[in-house]
């Protein structure tokens, strides 16, 4: 399951827009809708590929998800694509009342996921889609933590009825998966056992995490579990239940600390009444100064080190 070769790094919106000219050889019903935004979300080559299965509806990301949905309804499998914050937000209404009510089976990818946006500034980082997509109801939110997993995941969007949403990193991810790993709706992954702690993370950080999980065992000797909870909505309830055997969990996502993946965890454990050491790491509940991802990261706590000395400091106080 694990990547075991020479460790690359990829960019996932590179690999999820060249994948879609795959996901469009394949299935016919396969349509690329844009917002003046195919060069940043990296689907050019569908484009070019299948130019009578790909629509640019200018910068309109409302008019863009009606229109996807509409498309929807004749049959198609539209794959919408803008940035996060945009699609989340500017469409908010359209994704709801256009697509979910209808249950129709539009893709929403969004890049720029988080703050990987960087010096885009806070216009362009998508701190809160997880919250307000994961509130509509029979919407499915998923987040790919590497290059492999992420054309599983796109795999399996051409079978599942029912509007999905993808949020990826603009930040290089780590090779993590190899080609045998499995993806499922609704499931997680865990990519390093242990029974001192977990860490339940998705995205871009689960890289941090692994690396996070062996420095604590050389450093102290406790093994912590790192799982990759790629699938926020519907989320795996088991794999929650499972980590709070480990006494202390941390979430981490580059998300608000606030509606994020950290908010369903606890939900879960609130409701399964574990009692557990819990605490939920991401960007803090404030609009941060425009800077790169890397420094924004490491502000708040969710790059390797943060995850290091957060799960030390809950391991010291038991």
């Not at 539009?106 to 890049?111: E, H, K, Q």
């Not at 090779?175 to 860490?199: A, K």
Request: aromatic residues 8%; contains cysteine; proline residues 3%.
């Amino acid at each position: 399951m694990l990547n075991k070769g020479k460790e690359t790094v990829s960019y996932l919106r590179n690999v999820m827009g060249a994948y879609m000219t795959e996901l469009g050889k394949r299935d016919e019903k396969v349509v690329v809708v844009n917002a003046d935004l195919s060069g940043t979300c990296r689907n050019t080559d569908f484009c070019k590929a299948y130019p009578e299965r790909a629509f640019n509806t200018g910068i309109a990301e409302q008019n863009m998800i009606s229109f996807a949905a509409g498309l929807a309804h004749e049959g198609f499998i539209p794959y919408t694509f803008s940035m996060a914050p945009f699609l989340t937000m500017r469409a908010c209404e359209q994704c709801r009342t256009d697509v979910a009510y209808a249950n129709l089976s539009v893709r929403l990818m969004g890049v720029y996921a988080g703050v990987s946006g960087g010096i885009s500034g806070a216009t362009h980082w998508a701190l809160e889609d997880c919250g307000i997509m994961c509130a509509i109801p029979g919407m499915v939110v998923l987040e790919p933590s590497d290059a492999v997993q992420a054309k599983k995941m796109l795999d399996a969007t051409l079978q599942y009825n029912g509007p999905i949403y993808i949020r990826s990193s603009v930040e290089p991810v780590k090779d993590i998966y190899d080609e045998n790993c499995q993806f499922e709706v609704g499931s997680s992954t865990v990519l390093r056992e242990g029974n001192d702690g977990t860490f339940l993370c998705s995205g871009v950080i689960v890289q941090y995490a692994l690396e996070a999980a062996e420095i604590i065992r050389k450093q102290v000797g406790a093994e912590i579990r790192v799982v990759d909870m790629y699938s926020i909505k519907p989320i795996d309830e088991n794999a929650i239940v499972s980590a709070c055997m480990t006494g202390n969990i941390i979430v981490a996502q580059d998300h608000n600390i606030i509606g994020g993946l950290g908010s369903m965890v606890a939900t879960v454990i609130a409701e399964t009444g574990n009692g557990v050491k819990f605490r939920i790491l991401g960007i803090n509940d404030k609009f941060e100064a425009m800077a790169h991802a890397n420094y924004l990261y490491r502000l708040n706590g969710i790059d390797t080190n943060g995850l290091v000395q957060s799960m030390l400091n809950m391991l010291r106080s038991n």
